[in-house]
């Protein structure tokens, strides 16, 4: 018999770090979930035009590597809620942005800081080397991900 080559999930990369997202994700969405109705895509929409407006839907599916279709949803979701407003592009009216409303403002601006604490907590085990050795290897991975995709 050949020997094989075995796939151990517990320690295969790819699978930790989508288990630990998923966790980590669903621990947030319970900061915002309740108190706004917001699920956990609709939250990373408003994430992302919370430290950028005038993202186009796409721009805003290849920034959180999340599916078109869910983007899609979610910012219909969040413009019928009115969250978010959407207008077209000064230089090419073809093409529409995205911003958040006022109301989708307030929501960003008191679940960041509920984020941004949850992270702290999270990361509060490590020592300041240890936290700068997590982000330089994760950005390596990032890169090295980006490269195998291209």
Do not use: C
């Not at 075995?6 to 295969?12: A, G, K, N, T, Y």
């Not at 108190?35 to 290849?62: M, N």
């Not at 093409?95 to 960041?112: C, H, K, M, N, T």
């Amino acid at each position: 018999m050949p020997e094989r080559d075995i796939l151990d999930l517990e320690h295969f990369l790819p699978y930790r770090l989508s288990v630990l997202s998923n966790r980590i994700s669903q621990d947030i969405a319970r900061l915002y979930a309740d108190r706004f109705g917001l699920g956990i895509t609709e939250w990373r929409v408003l994430a992302v035009l919370g430290r950028r407006d005038d993202l186009s839907a796409r721009e805003v599916a290849e920034r959180t590597a999340m599916d078109k279709v869910a983007v899609s949803r979610a910012v219909a979701s969040l413009q019928a809620a009115g969250r978010i407003e959407r207008d077209t592009h000064g230089d090419d009216r073809r093409r529409s942005v995205l911003r958040l409303s006022p109301a989708g403002r307030a929501i960003y601006e008191d679940v960041a800081p509920m984020a941004l604490a949850y992270q702290r907590r999270l990361l509060e085990g490590l020592d300041p080397d240890e936290r700068a050795t997590l982000d330089r290897l994760l950005t390596r991975v990032e890169e090295r991900e980006a490269a195998t995709r291209d």
